[in-house]
């Protein structure tokens, strides 16, 4: 049976899984490890079900709980049916609570008051993830930004630039030919901005992607007819459908999420922290 931690919080668990994914990077046989949080777990019945969880399915428990009572609560049902339990913040609380010469306040999520910033970026990175060439077209009403364009415009490097900055992305694929999916359409379309690159440039970056491609699939990918075909073909899509456009060719990660924010939101382009 595959291993698995499940990820205990009352807020949302991305700490207490950030931690837990930086100490699992020091085992080699750590890839297989099914990760999966419970946040908002506030109550006796929820830790109670998630033990029961946890013993049915051979899981381990990381939580992050600040009530002590919930600690408590988990540490006596995990020893009762001999799972394996680790808290990550109790003993943190219990010697910063005698240093202080004050009790923890015990207050639910407290542990990210500080670091809403972090949060956001985390949830935009799992959104982006989520949303990458063309996933959940049902959910692109609830996307900052629509990126769309040909293989290889940068959709993919550029949504997660954007997701670092806070930036909530999906990124859909058009293909030569095709008409693109009608969700596109039924969204706001301010959000949505077309990327293209020279077709010389675009040639020369698709090279070297050759080796992951099978030999019938090299010939079309590289072909310089079909690439000017290609880009052709995003151009006239882009123009029909009003999409602004972004020239990528020339131009820095950077520099081309500028014009992108400034086309697609009404937010300004937030600059990584130095």
């Known amino acids: 049976m595959p291993k698995r ?3 205990v919080s009352d807020s949302t668990g991305a700490t207490a899984e950030h931690v837990l994914q930086a100490a ?3 085992f080699e046989n750590a890839a297989g490890v099914a990760v999966e949080r419970k946040p908002e777990t506030r109550t006796i019945e ?8 946890a013993h049915a399915s051979g899981s381990m428990l ?8 919930l600690r408590r609560e988990i540490y006596r049902a995990a020893n009762d049916r001999g799972i394996r339990s680790v808290d990550l913040l109790g003993n943190l609380l219990s010697d910063l609570s005698a240093y202080l010469g004050a009790p923890a306040g015990g207050i639910p999520g407290g542990l990210h008051r500080f670091d809403e910033e972090y949060y956001r970026r985390t949830d935009a990175l799992t959104f982006v993830v989520k949303h990458d060439d063309g996933l959940r077209l049902e959910d692109l009403e609830k996307a900052d930004i629509i990126l769309v364009g040909i293989s290889r415009t940068s959709k993919t490097p550029l949504s997660i630039y954007l ?3 806070g930036y909530l992305v999906s990124n859909v694929p058009i293909v030569y030919g095709v008409e693109p999916p009608a969700e596109l359409f039924r969204v706001r379309q301010r959000k949505i901005v077309g990327l293209r690159m020279d ?3 675009l040639n020369n970056i698709r090279q070297q992607r050759l080796k992951f491609f099978r030999e019938d699939a090299r010939k079309a990918y590289i072909d310089a007819k079909q690439i000017q075909q290609e880009v052709a073909w995003a151009d006239e899509v882009f123009a029909r459908a009003s999409w602004p456009v972004v020239d990528i060719t020339l131009k ?5 999420a500028v014009e992108v924010v400034s086309l697609a939101t009404n937010l300004p382009y937030r600059r990584a922290e130095t």
């Open 5 to 7: 931690i499940l990820v």
């Open 24 to 26: 699992l990077a020091q």
């Open 46 to 53: 929820q830790i109670r079900a998630v033990v029961a969880e």
């Open 62 to 69: 990381v939580h992050t709980l600040a009530s002590t009572e």
């Open 163 to 165: 997701a670092v900055r």
């Open 199 to 201: 077709p010389v440039r």
């Open 252 to 256: 820095s990660l950077e520099e081309v």
